[in-house]
């Protein structure tokens, strides 16, 4: 984890838990080097509407397939699609297979809306990236939403529309 991002949570007084593992970059890889970890562990999108330009970080349970279509309907945005790469780093100042929520605390001038999945957000304890996908940080939920109220980003907690589930025997 990044000593900037060490020394915030510090600050902020965030409790955590740091795992390392190696790279992960899908479903499967990440049960199969983080499945151990206790926790609602989150996958996360990286969204931009292209007709206003409004960022959203859209996470959810990570078993989860979000169906954009429906999500597209309930935030009333048809034109939104998956942001750039270059959006990605430049605003939440992360990689493609590393998105996660905490991206947030680097988001400084609040351009992005973050949604979360009711699931994630009342989970006992919540498992993301820390802006590394070599890393976890298994947070209580106290702390989580603490810390995500801490960053100053528009927060909305949805049910979110889902695809059939993914079928978890195939790992």
């Known amino acids: 984890m990044e000593e900037s991002l060490k020394q915030w949570l510090n600050n902020h007084n965030i409790k955590y838990v740091l795992h390392t593992h190696p790279a992960v970059f899908t479903v499967p890889e990440a049960k199969l080097h983080c499945g151990h970890i206790p926790g609602t562990h989150c996958k996360n999108l ?4 292209k007709k206003t330009g409004q960022f959203y970080l ?3 349970p990570h078993d989860n397939r979000l169906d954009l279509n429906q999500f597209r309907k309930s ?9 750039e790469p270059e959006d990605l780093s430049e605003i939440l100042g992360i990689t493609a297979g590393a998105v996660s929520p905490i991206g947030l605390v680097n ?5 992005v809306s973050f949604i979360i999945d009711e699931i994630v957000w009342n989970a006992e304890e919540i498992c993301c990236h820390p802006n ?3 890393e976890t940080l298994q947070i209580p939920r106290a702390d989580f939403q603490k810390l995500i109220r801490s960053t100053g980003n ?3 907690i949805k049910n979110l529309p889902y695809l059939e589930p993914i079928n978890t025997n195939d790992y």
């Open 154 to 156: 528009s927060v909305e």
């Open 75 to 83: 935030i009333a945005a048809p034109k939104v699609r998956f942001a």
């Open 46 to 49: 990286f969204l931009k509407n």
């Open 107 to 111: 988001d400084t001038n609040n351009k």
């Open 132 to 134: 590394d996908n070599t």
């Open 58 to 60: 859209v996470t959810f």
